[in-house]
């Protein structure tokens, strides 16, 4: 006879300070024991191998233990050792996958009706619950409802949207969440002191991340090491063992397709097809690669990937390459050809056309936001042009003719005015009129030179004016100083 048990049994948690990442729930059973309110219906939900019959049979052991300390089984007496060995005759487990017709259900009705044997409490534990019938449901329901104050129901299940309302409302629900990777390696290193077995840190992530988050899966897989390394688990055996890409082959693929080298991913993907690779293994370690790229991209947090270190610094790197909307891109393209990809007759052929449909699209599909920043720049830098070439050309030049005109037109109102007022006044002196027609000589002559330098050179427009218009003043106050001395002669003639 075989003594040898699987690391899943042997090790398999019998108290709840030995279940792992579950803690909320585990606390709040030991609470309840405690404080003793118990529920006559527990729902307890969850992916696979995560602890939902281990925490059922820890809870029917607590509850049933002779000698009981802060909500946790001794594991000694003689309930405790029933339970854990499976032949105690107040604990029943179902598994309703194959028993879950009605008839199966008035079993259970059938055998609720009696008190315990030994126990305090009698337990029926229903694993995977769900695939019951409608009238099974219909039929446990009743003794749900008002069941028998030594009855316990413990229901297990991985899909607890298939169980109809009316049950689950009945219940005090758990959902149990995945183990995560921090813990399952923490669990596999202790196992593996305890048996002898050495083993790397490499070895240890990659065991616990293929276990998916189900620590009896990786136990699976750490047994399966176990019989092909020995007591020496060395991370190259092991990847060599389960013929697993590398993550450096995704990297490089993902260099290929932000490149556009179509005949370069092809030639590589070639080799690894010859090396014997899965074609399912590499699809979704390319997806998960470009999905971890994104993720990164996005949030710039590395701890929401699930590598290695060395892998999480290599991701850093690889996301500057990439745009948020081109791995959007890229992952839609992996996530519409997945299906095909599964049912396809020919895989090889489908991937090659993947992998060249990413590397093309990447190269030749411009993003679109960075084509509408293109586009605000240029606009904005010829909006700019525009407005200098307005200020220089010929608007400038159209005000700078205008203001010549203003000044021109002023200048011969005031040659009018003085002339008019040489013909009106006979008793002018000959001073003031030499002196007048100095003055409109020599403002003829400066208007024909101003306009010569506005001609020659805009750019100085502005001061030649400003200076125009300074000797014009000096001018007209001479004038007007004139003016006066013929009125003050006038007036002293009368």
Known sequence: MNDYKVSALKYRPQRFDEVISQDFATQTLKNAIISKKIAHSYL??????????????????????????????????????EITNGIHPDVFELDAASNRGIDDVRAIQDAAKYYPV???????????????TIQAFNALLKILEEPPQYLIFILATTNPEKIPPTISSRCQKFNLQRIKIEDISKRISEIAKKENITIDEQSLFLIS???????????????????????????????????????????????????????????????????????????????????????IKSTKDCSLIDESDVIKNKYIQESDKF????????????????????FSANQRILSETILVELCRINKEVIDLERLISELEEFKKKTSEHDITNIKSGNSYQSLTTKTKEKKTSEIINNEKET?????????????????????????????????????????????????????????????????????NNVRRHK
């Open 118 to 132: 030994k126990a305090s409490y009698k337990f029926f534990i229903v694993d995977e619950v769900h695939m019951l």
């Open 209 to 295: 991340k293929l276990g998916d988050g189900a620590l009896r899966d990786a136990l699976g897989i750490f047994d399966l090491a176990v019989s092909f390394c020995g007591q020496n688990i060395v991370y190259d055996e092991l990847k060599q063992f389960f013929n697993l890409p590398e993550k450096e082959v995704y990297f490089k693929i993902s260099d290929f397709i932000y490149k556009g080298d179509s005949k370069g991913v092809l030639e590589y993907f070639s080799n690894l097809f010859d090396q014997g690779f899965d074609l399912h293994t590499f699809y979704s370690g390319i997806t998960e690669h470009f999905r971890n790229l994104l993720i």
């Open 44 to 81: 307890i939900s969850g992916p696979r191998g995560i602890g939902k019959t281990t925490i059922a049979r820890v809870f029917a052991k607590a509850l049933n233990c002779k000698n009981q300390k802060d909500g946790e089984p001794c594991n000694e007496c003689e309930s405790c050792i």
């Open 323 to 342: 745009s948020e909307s081109q791995l959007l891109r890229i992952l839609q393209i992996l996530f519409d050809d997945e299906q095909r990809f599964k």
């Open 419 to 487: 002339e008019t007022y040489q013909v009106s006044e006979e008793i002018h002196s000959e001073n003031i009129t030499k002196t007048s027609l100095a003055i409109d000589e020599k403002n003829t002559d400066e208007i024909v030179e101003k306009d010569e330098i506005i001609n020659s050179n805009e750019n100085t427009v502005t001061s030649d004016y400003r200076k125009f218009d300074s000797s014009l003043i000096n001018k007209l106050r001479t004038l007007f100083d004139l003016e006066e001395e013929r009125i």
